[in-house]
């Protein structure tokens, strides 16, 4: 019966020991850092936390990611909900192929986007604000939500829809009220998924800011000085980074757990 939980066991506390290590990093100096390797820190500090708690630089790009990250998953969302039930309910010409256009956005290398999204957000001044981010990432995230949410939409028999115009209910009504509580499963997975994917993406997001709005991932790429990287420091904005990501699993942890059932997860 011990055998049985050993492994798992294992594989669990082989995938945190980077976490592990990437926290024990935070809490040392560059020159501890680069001094040898040790499991825990010799000289406990909080320094690089207190640097990026009080300098605007740091905090401010954690503030201006989270912004743009809930803009990005409540757009994709929202926009993801109504296509994706045309794409469950109906049949119309060209469906197969205009869904299957839609997920080859979502295959594209973000790169592709990033000198044409400079370009048009440039011209029409939104370059360097929280829409202009949120938006890009919008392209990759929309056909993520869609192709989750029909998968979930598919899954409720038509039956459902047809009862509730009998009882009287409008469209919007029927949606708002029986519908979405039915697959809120489903809308709490492709918000994860959305999250997470606006969350970590850097290419975009360091390409279309550059003060006002540039997140935390273009900040960290910028603490070399004439000494070098302050690893402590990456560290520390590295382990801060996580908790985002934490508190929304957290959440979503039984939608994610029914979406892997049920759902296109």
């Known amino acids: 019966m011990r055998l049985r939980w050993l492994v798992p066991t294992l594989y669990i506390l082989f995938l945190m020991l980077p976490i592990y290590w990437l926290v024990s990093m935070s809490f040392k100096t560059t020159n501890e850092i680069l001094g040898g390797l040790t499991l825990w820190p010799k000289n406990f500090t909080l320094d690089n936390y207190i640097t990026i708690l009080t300098q605007p630089v740091w905090y ?12 990005n998953t409540a757009i994709s969302v929202t926009a993801a909900l109504p296509a994706a039930y045309a794409f469950s309910r109906f049949r119309f010409l060209g469906d197969k ?19 044409p999204f400079f370009q048009l957000y440039s011209a029409i001044n939104l370059f360097d604000t929280h829409i202009a981010v949120a938006l890009a ?9 869609v192709w989750i949410l029909e998968g979930f939409m598919s899954g409720v028999p038509k039956q459902l829809d047809e009862t509730a115009y009998v009882d009287g209910y409008g469209f919007w009504r029927f949606f708002v009220k029986i519908f979405l509580p039915t697959i809120r499963s489903g809308v709490g997975v492709a918000a994860f998924f959305c999250f997470m994917f606006s969350w970590v993406e ?17 900040t960290m790429t910028r603490t070399a000085s004439s000494s070098g990287f302050e690893l402590g420091l990456l560290a520390a904005a590295g382990a801060l980074t996580i908790i985002p990501g934490a508190v929304v699993i957290y959440f979503v942890r039984n939608y994610i757990a029914k979406g892997f059932s049920l759902g296109r997860v």
């Open 60 to 71: 401010n790009g954690y503030i201006n990611s989270i912004i743009y990250v809930c803009m």
């Open 97 to 115: 192929h205009l869904f299957f256009w839609l997920l080859t956005n979502r295959m594209a290398p973000p790169a592709v986007f990033a000198l």
């Open 137 to 145: 990432h919008t392209l990759f995230n929309i056909p993520l939500a």
């Open 202 to 218: 850097l290419l975009l997001a360091k390409t279309l800011t550059a003060v006002a709005a540039k997140p935390i991932a273009a």
